[in-house]
């Protein structure tokens, strides 16, 4: 059975600083992976989409890796900014008859202060 | 842009009552999902919907459970005889393909009380 785990749970930052929030996942058989965004009681924001064939895809501030084999994703966000702040979640495609459900870890807080 | 609507945001409601979750998914999209999240916990899988047929479900997804697209528009979520613990936050999904980008609605908030 797929697990996805996210470290760290929480992280507090100043305005500014570049991060790295990063995912795992215990079967590297996966089609794809996605981050989400989550802002408090609200929905999730797709952020980014990586094909398993993919190593990384970029959106703005935003850079998401993946190395399949190893089971690993990371989600870079380049000169943080107060409006960051939010749960992010990653989640992955598992391979087989899966229908393209998702399966999610547990997210990381992120706290971008002024 | 397009996006996936639910109705309502919130619904409050009392042990034993049916509800009725509705969402009306981006139009283009093929597959149709549900997921729940509980306070504090992980999103989870409920149910997935493609050709007008449940096509995966977890173990979540037990009797109690139920969707339907009615009319190709609208996508729902019935539960027939709400428990406490069916509280939580409601999140319908669509996709145009199976491994393309998920979008999700704003989500129901469900209180069974």
């Known amino acids: 059975k797929q697990e996805v785990t996210q470290i760290p749970a929480a992280l507090s930052v100043p305005e500014g600083e570049n991060l790295v929030l990063n995912c795992s996942f215990t079967?590297?058989?996966?089609?794809?992976l996605q981050w989400f965004r989550q802002d408090p009681g609200k929905g999730l924001t797709s952020l980014l989409l990586?094909?398993?064939?993919?190593r990384e895809q970029t959106s703005g501030r935003l850079n998401a890796s993946l190395d399949k084999s190893s089971g690993r994703s990371t989600l870079y966000i380049a000169a943080s900014q107060p409006g960051d702040s939010a749960t992010y979640l990653c989640?992955?495609?598992?391979?087989?008859?899966?229908?393209?459900?998702?399966?999610f870890g547990q997210g990381t807080i992120l706290t971008v202060h002024p | 842009e397009p996006e996936v609507t639910q109705t309502p945001s919130h619904q409050v409601t009392q042990m034993g009552q049916e509800v009725i979750l509705r969402c009306v998914p981006i139009?283009?999209?093929?597959?149709f999902y549900w997921y729940r999240q509980i306070l504090g916990q992980k999103v989870e899988f409920l149910v997935s919907?493609?050709?007008?047929?449940?096509?995966?479900k977890s173990e979540i997804f037990d009797d109690q459970f139920s969707v339907e697209r009615p009319d190709g528009s609208n996508f729902t979520l019935k539960i027939r005889s709400t428990k406490l613990e069916d509280s939580a936050m409601y999140f319908c999904?669509?996709?145009?393909?199976?491994?393309?980008?998920?979008?999700f609605g704003q989500g129901t908030r469900l209180t069974v009380v």
């Open positions: 999904a669509s996709k145009r393909g199976q491994n393309t980008e998920a979008f």
């Open positions: 079967d590297s058989a996966i089609y794809n």
């Open positions: 990586i094909q398993s064939s993919q």
């Open positions: 989640a992955v495609r598992p391979g087989g008859t899966s229908y393209g459900k998702l399966t």
């Open positions: 139009s283009n999209h093929l597959y």
């Open positions: 919907f493609y050709n007008n047929e449940i096509s995966e």
